[in-house]
């Protein structure tokens, strides 16, 4: 389905996540299949209800003509829907009933019921399965190798149709070369590695949070899942399979709920560069407010990293932000432009890599 040159982020079922989806242009659209996380939320509102708004929200931003991987990451799998539906079944049914082209994901530690819905799923959309490696799993290739065959074997699915993440979440800096070679020994022990329908590497260099940079300043943190990506493509004489590239945009892993009673917010802009994430922040939104958004985009705007206002809609934002020609927004608004950005870029950076 797609190669090495191929981008897959994986992005939380978010309003600010589908806002930067939505606004992509059918070019960079191309070059990316998202992978949409599933968590639970602290709402009240029923299962049934969020699965189905997401699955609208899925239809809105991406549409139904090209792939997407969808993962229950998150929610209590031992929940039911309406009249006793497993949740991955529910959604799968809403998702067809929109002819979106999802494709479900499933790892070793799912349940039995998972595994019989996942089984009912793959049988009636017949678009494949994708399984999906955590850290924990690649630590004995031996029993890897064993759960892959085994769960290959229990789905009655064939590696054709089978998609593969390696998913090594949190990435520290420090961790780059460990895990390198760790991504190399799993892929090149993996049976029928070239057989498989798609092979991607993923990972965050996304703190779980930003307090180390001062407010009223800028910083920059590393994007250790790119320098990841670069670390394979630079050995890949020694590679079966060169594997795509994954990450979680500008956010951690983990779906962080802070209680923001305690917790001061800080509005602040999330910019990609090549090899690194440029911070910006404000100051206390108690006493300043959101409208030191448009000082904050001001600043980006006169630095030399900034892509211009013609680069993606994100980035347009920011220069009409900046010239106060559009409002400062909110966390959701400035989710959705600093990972519309982040899609625009990392998508060509991959697209464009010299591999030779």
């Known amino acids: 389905m797609f190669d090495y040159n191929h981008y897959v982020p994986i ?9 930067a989806l939505l606004e992509l242009p059918e070019e960079i659209k191309s070059r990316i299949t998202p992978l949409i996380d599933i968590f639970n939320s602290e709402s009240e509102i029923p299962l ?16 139904n003509t090209r792939p997407i991987f969808i993962d ?12 006793g539906k497993h949740p991955l079944t529910f959604i799968f049914d809403l998702l067809r009933k929109l002819n979106i082209k999802a494709i479900p994901i499933t790892g070793f530690e799912r349940d039995e019921a998972y595994d019989e819905a996942i089984q009912k799923t793959v049988r009636t959309d017949n678009r494949g399965i994708c399984i999906r490696l955590l850290n924990y799993d690649m630590e004995d290739t031996d029993e890897l190798i064993d759960n892959i065959e085994s769960l290959i074997s229990d789905l009655d699915i064939s590696h054709e149709s089978a998609h593969l993440i390696l998913d090594f979440r949190e990435l520290k800096a420090d961790k780059i070369s460990v895990t390198t070679g760790t991504a190399i020994n799993v892929i090149n022990k993996i049976p029928h590695i070239n057989n498989w329908r798609t092979l991607t590497v993923a990972a965050s260099g996304f703190p779980g949070s930003i307090r180390e940079i001062d407010t009223h300043s800028s910083g920059r ?14 050995r890949r004489k020694e590679i079966e399979r060169l594997p795509s590239f994954g990450d979680y945009g500008i956010q951690h892993p983990d779906l962080l709920e802070l209680d923001w009673k305690v917790i001061p917010l800080v509005p602040n802009i999330r910019y990609t560069l090549p090899d690194e994430w440029l911070i910006i922040r404000g100051g206390s939104n108690k006493k300043n407010g959101w409208r030191q958004s448009h000082q904050l985009s001001k600043e980006l705007v006169n630095m030399a990293e900034y892509y211009g206002k013609t680069f993606c809609w994100g980035d347009n934002y920011i220069y009409l932000c900046s010239d106060e020609r559009v409002g400062p927004g909110n966390m959701t608004t400035w989710r959705k432009v600093g990972t519309n950005h ?7 950076q991959i697209a464009n890599a010299d591999v030779l």
């Open 221 to 234: 943190l590393p994007r250790t899942d790119y320098l990841l990506w670069k670390s394979l493509i630079s």
């Open 72 to 83: 229950p990451f998150g929610i209590n799998l031992k929940e039911r829907v309406l009249g």
């Open 342 to 348: 982040h899609l625009a870029l990392v998508s060509s």
């Open 48 to 63: 049934e209800k969020r699965l189905m708004k997401i699955a609208n929200k899925i239809e809105t931003s991406w549409g």
């Open 11 to 19: 992005l939380k079922a978010k309003d600010g996540e589908f806002g």
